[in-house]
């Protein structure tokens, strides 16, 4: 795999197959939890489980209302349980559409428990989307962090006393042992560098897709402030595990896609498995503010987040990220005030 070395990647594969996480049931009754990408994959059986685990109202932000129909049925149909599940609109490669998303959160959630930004793909090839950025840094890394930013509001005024909410950013191991282009420690933004229809490499993309999150992910954290109680809200990102799901889709030549098929059955754990992180991040109660959870444990920051180098690279990924963002929806930098003002307000008052 390219951008990755194949011996680490395969292993970290079978060793995920062989030692599936561990599921955790905890009682998730009074929560309300949105999951975007809820209609297949490892987004759809973590709906599943939170349904099952008593949640009291469940979002599955989807971009095709049919597929997310046919999901809520078929959890209603499994958990027995109706009313709770309901189906949102949500298009990860529109801004627009993120900003109607997040009005009706405003709007019609009394309060937000836990927000999982999970929809995520994995182009083989490029393609670019409608602001110019090609499709996987669009959906994974830039849009995503916009619909973070732009939940925040609602999620640090949903805390309460005994509890407070939880964004699970769905990230991938993939970041911790991915090799970095130069050209992005030197280059004025990182991301223009993984824009090239010329240079693409999909695997390696995703993998750095997944990088630039986790930058983010410091960045934001950085921003909010180092502990839960500051922050108001805790920013995890998670991992399923290598799992089976839709996620290589794509045309493929004949023999690679039996090949694929092959190394999907055999390697691939179920997907119910890769689920079960989502549920443990929402019970880290703090432990997991700005790390990385996987196989059902916090990570120490992989070496691709830390040194100076890495270091200086992730500041410069996270103002790169807002800069881009900024462009076309200038609100980002209000929310982030606002989140400033109020962390000092909240200083002062305990002073
Ligand atoms: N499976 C693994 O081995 C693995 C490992 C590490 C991390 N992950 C991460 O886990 C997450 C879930 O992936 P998965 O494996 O479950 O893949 P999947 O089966 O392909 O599911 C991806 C979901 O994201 C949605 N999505 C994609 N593009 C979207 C867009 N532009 N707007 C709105 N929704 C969009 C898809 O909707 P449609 O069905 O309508 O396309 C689908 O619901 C991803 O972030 C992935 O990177 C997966």
């Not at 990385?292 to 270091?311: K, M, Q």
Request: aromatic share 6%; glycine share 10%; net charge neutral.
């Amino acid at each position: 795999m390219s951008g990755i070395g194949t011996l680490p990647w395969l292993l970290a594969i079978a060793h995920d197959r062989l030692h599936p996480p561990p599921d955790p049931k905890p009682d998730l009754t009074n929560r309300t939890i949105l999951i975007t990408g809820a209609n297949t994959g490892v987004g759809f059986e973590a709906a599943l489980k939170f349904v099952s685990l008593n949640a009291s109202r469940v979002i599955l932000a989807v971009r095709s209302l049919s597929k997310g129909e046919t999901a809520r049925t078929e959890i209603e149909k499994r958990t027995g349980r109706k009313g709770v599940v309901e189906v949102w609109a949500l298009e990860m490669g529109d801004y627009a559409s993120i900003k109607d998303f997040v009005g009706r959160v405003e709007r019609e959630v009394e309060r937000l428990d836990v927000a999982v930004l999970n929809a995520g793909v994995a182009k083989l090839g490029f393609e670019a989307g409608q602001y110019g950025w090609e499709g996987t840094l669009q959906v994974n890394t830039l849009s995503t962090a916009l619909l973070a930013l732009l939940l925040l509001p609602k999620l640090r005024a949903s805390r309460t006393a005994d509890s407070t909410p939880v964004l699970e950013l769905v990230s991938s191991g993939n970041h911790t042992q991915v090799q970095i282009n130069p050209s992005a420690h030197t280059a004025p933004s990182p991301l223009e560098v993984y824009n090239s229809p010329t240079a693409y490499d999909g695997l390696a993309q995703y993998s750095i897709s997944k990088l630039f999150l986790q930058f983010f992910q410091t960045g934001l954290v950085r921003h909010l402030g180092a502990s839960v109680q500051q922050a108001g809200v805790e920013v995890v990102t998670i991992c399923p595990g290598a799992t089976k799901s839709e996620l290589a889709r794509g045309d493929l030549p004949l023999a690679l896609r039996v090949f694929q098929k092959v190394f999907y059955y055999v390697l691939m754990k179920p997907t119910e498995q890769g689920a079960r992180t989502y549920v443990g991040g929402v019970e880290l109660k703090g432990r997991g503010h700005g790390g990385f959870f996987r196989y059902g444990r916090v990570d120490e920051p992989a070496p691709t987040l830390t040194g100076p180098e890495n270091e200086k690279l992730q500041e410069k990924v996270w103002e790169d990220i807002l800069r881009i963002l900024r462009k076309d929806v200038p609100e980002v930098d209000g929310v982030l005030a606002s989140v400033a003002a109020a962390t000092s307000e909240e200083g002062r008052s305990k002073d």
